[in-house]
């Protein structure tokens, strides 16, 4: 495994530990679905590694850390926030 592939695993762990891989996606409006489809995963999936019931291994954590990067540079350059307070309707955590 090259060094660029281990930043981008360190990096997708952080994210899910922190709950930032999912304000990415709602941020950018994006369904489970949707990401599951460019990783090549069911949404069902996408939602258990949100979740942190599992993480991504092997390519598809490759692939899955990709498109977050490139996820979240899109949100940054829309002045998108990304904040850890997670914007809900009723008091709980999505």
Do not use: F, H
């Amino acid at each position: 495994m090259e060094t660029r592939e281990l930043e981008l695993l360190i990096e997708l762990r952080a994210g899910q530990a922190s709950g930032r891989n999912r304000r990415v996606r709602k941020a950018l409006k994006l369904s489970q679905e949707w990401v599951g489809a460019q990783v090549g995963v069911a949404a069902v999936t996408i939602c258990t590694y949100e979740s942190g019931r599992r993480s991504p291994r092997g390519q598809v954590a490759i692939s899955y850390a990709k498109l977050l990067r490139q996820l979240e540079r899109q949100a940054a350059a829309a002045g998108l926030d990304l904040s850890l307070q997670e914007q809900t309707t009723t008091g709980t955590a999505p």
